[in-house]
C-alpha cells in the first residue's frame, strides 16, 4: 500500500477543507456569514430518485447548481454501507464515483452500517456484527469501494443502541481492525461515540485508546436528544455541552483531521431557526479553530452504566445470520423475541423506523393521510400504518414505501369513496412525478372543496357536487433533468 492512495500517508496528504454542514435546500438558502463555513457535506442519494423500470436517475442540474455554490464539498454517501454482508450495488459506485468527480470530493464517506439483508431493506442503518466475521465483510466492502472509487474512503463510526455483549469486539477495537487492514480514513462521528457512552457502550476515551488516530480524517457533531432513558442520535439542534467539552479535549489528539462538520436533519431546520444553526456553526468554528489549544473537560457525570451479558444476540453468528435476525427484530418481523433484555433496544430501532416510514408516505401522500387521519381518527390510522407494517418491508426511497402503502389501501378497499378518489389522484401525481407522462384523473364528484379543506388540515364543510371532473396533471412541476449513468 506504500505510495497507493489507500495508505496512511495519503490521508496525511489530504487537503484541509474545514468547518462543514451537511448540505439540504434548507441550509443552502440560511444566510450564513461569510468565513463561518468551508465546505459543503452533500449526500447524493438524498437528490436522486429511481424510475419505474429501478433505474437510478441523477438530477443533474441540480448537482451542478450545488456544484457552483462557493464552497469545498464533499460526498458522504448512504447508500453503500459497509457494515454488512451485501457488496455496494453498482448503481450506488456509479453515483459515488460521479459525485466525487463532479464535486471533486478529496475524500468519500460511507457508514459502518447495514441497511439491508438479501431479503429486504431495513429502513434505517444498523450495526454490523463485530466478529472476526463481521469484520471480514466490511474490509471486503471498503475494499470495493476503495477500488470503484479511486479516492480515500472513510469509514463513519455508528450509533448502536444494542447493549453490549461479549461475543463482539468492543467499538473501538472493531473499527481499529478495519482501519488498519484497510488503511480506511476514519469519519469520527463524536456524537455517535457520545450517545454510545451514555446508552452503556464503549466510553469516548477507552474508544480514543483503540483506534488508529492519525487515520481520522473527519469529525462529525450533532444534537441530540434523550427518550425513555436513552440518547438518540437525533441531529436535532444544539450541541450538548458536555459533548463540546468532551470534543475540545479529544481534537488536539487528531493530528490529521481536515474537517469537521455540523449535522442537523432538515425538518428541524424550521423548528430550530437559521439563527441557531448559526450560532451552532459559530461553536463549531470555534472548535476548529481552537483545536490546538488543550481545554478542560468540564466534570462529566459519570456515565457508563453496566455491561449486560444477552442470551440472545450473545453467541457466536455467521454475520447474514446476525443480518437477518437484527433486521427482522426491528422491522416487527420476529417470532421468537420473547424475554430478550435486548428487547427496549430493540422497541427504539422499531420506533426509528415506523416515525421514518410514516414520513415518507406522509410527505407524499398529504391529501390522502390527512384524510384517514381526520376521518378514522389518529388510533384507527396508526393501527392501519402498523398493519401495513407488518406486511410490507421498509423501503429506502419515499416513493417506493408510498407506492407499497397505495398498494396495500388498494387491496383492503375501505369503501370510503374520498380515500380511493385522493388515493387515485395522489398516486397519478406521484407517477407523473417519476415518468413526466401527462395524466388525467377522474372524478364522480368536485374534488375542489376536499383538497382546498385538506390543505388547511380540516374536512370541507360541504362535499362537492356530484358530476363528472377531470383535473390534469403535467409534469411541468419537474425541471429537472435527469441523469442516468451507463457502465
Ligand atoms: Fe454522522
Not at 424550521?270 to 456553526?281: F, H, K, N, R, T
Request: proline fraction near 6%; charge should be negative; charged fraction near 25%.
Amino acid at each position: 500500500m506504500k505510495g497507493s492512495i489507500h495508505s496512511v500517508k495519503a490521508l496525511e496528504c489530504l487537503p484541509q477543507t474545514g468547518v462543514g454542514i451537511i448540505y439540504s435546500p434548507a441550509i443552502a438558502a440560511i444566510d450564513f456569514p461569510m468565513g463561518l463555513i468551508d465546505t459543503l457535506e452533500i449526500e447524493p442519494q438524498t437528490l436522486c430518485i429511481r424510475n419505474s423500470n429501478d433505474v437510478l436517475q441523477i438530477p443533474s442540474n441540480v448537482f451542478e447548481d450545488i456544484m457552483a455554490l462557493p464552497y469545498n464539498k464533499l460526498v458522504h454517501s448512504i447508500g453503500a454501507p459497509v457494515g454488512g454482508t451485501l457488496p455496494p450495488k453498482q448503481d450506488q459506485l456509479d453515483l459515488i464515483k460521479y459525485s466525487s468527480e463532479l464535486f471533486n470530493s478529496p475524500w468519500v464517506t460511507e457508514h459502518l452500517s447495514f441497511n439491508a439483508t438479501t431479503e429486504f431493506n431495513t429502513g434505517f442503518f444498523l450495526p454490523p456484527l463485530q466478529t472476526e466475521k463481521g469484520l471480514e465483510a466490511t474490509i471486503r466492502n471498503v475494499r470495493i469501494l476503495q477500488e470503484k472509487i479511486g479516492r480515500p474512503i472513510a469509514v463513519e463510526t455508528g450509533v448502536n443502541y444494542l447493549k453490549p455483549n461479549n461475543m463482539e469486539m468492543n467499538d473501538g477495537a472493531f473499527v481499529s481492525a478495519l482501519a488498519k487492514a484497510t488503511n480506511c480514513g476514519i469519519l469520527l462521528d463524536i456524537h455517535n461515540l457520545f450517545a454510545n457512552q451514555l446508552n452503556g457502550r464503549q466510553s469516548i476515551v477507552d474508544f480514543l485508546k483503540e483506534i488508529p488516530l492519525d487515520q481520522v480524517v473527519e469529525m462529525h457533531i450533532a444534537g441530540g436528544t434523550e427518550l425513555n432513558g436513552l440518547w438518540m442520535d437525533s441531529h436535532s439542534g444544539p450541541i450538548d455541552k458536555r459533548l463540546l467539552a468532551l470534543t475540545s479535549e479529544v481534537l488536539p489528539d487528531l493530528s490529521n483531521l481536515k474537517a469537521i462538520t455540523y449535522e442537523i436533519f432538515d425538518s428541524y431546520i424550521p423548528v430550530v431557526g437559521d439563527a441557531l444553526i448559526i450560532s451552532e456553526m459559530e461553536t463549531v468554528r470555534d472548535l476548529w479553530e481552537g483545536r490546538k489549544i488543550h481545554y478542560k473537560a468540564v466534570n462529566n457525570e459519570q456515565l457508563p452504566k453496566s455491561v449486560y451479558n444477552v442470551q440472545k444476540l450473545n453467541r457466536e453468528f455467521e454475520p447474514n445470520e446476525w443480518e437477518t435476525l437484527l433486521s427482522k427484530e426491528v422491522i416487527g418481523r420476529s417470532h421468537e423475541s420473547e424475554g430478550d433484555t435486548q428487547q427496549e433496544r430493540f422497541e427504539i430501532y422499531k420506533k426509528l423506523i415506523k416515525e421514518f416510514r410514516a414520513s415518507m408516505v406522509a410527505r407524499i401522500f398529504k391529501l390522502t393521510t390527512r384524510y384517514m387521519m381526520l376521518v378514522l381518527g389518529p388510533d384507527v390510522f396508526t393501527t392501519i400504518l402498523q398493519h401495513f407494517w407488518q406486511n410490507y418491508p421498509p423501503e429506502q426511497l419515499s416513493y417506493k414505501e408510498a407506492k407499497n402503502f397505495a398498494d396495500y389501501l388498494q387491496k383492503k378497499d375501505y369503501k370510503l369513496p374520498w380515500l380511493d378518489r385522493l388515493l387515485r389522484y395522489e398516486v397519478a401525481v406521484l407517477d407523473t412525478l417519476m415518468d413526466e407522462q401527462l395524466r388525467i384523473v377522474e372524478f364522480d364528484a368536485d374534488p375542489t372543496p376536499m383538497f382546498n379543506a385538506l390543505s388547511q388540515g380540516k374536512l370541507p364543510e360541504t362535499i362537492g357536487a356530484l358530476g363528472e371532473y377531470e383535473v390534469e396533471i403535467t409534469p411541468e412541476m419537474s425541471n429537472t433533468d435527469w441523469l442516468v449513468l451507463e457502465n
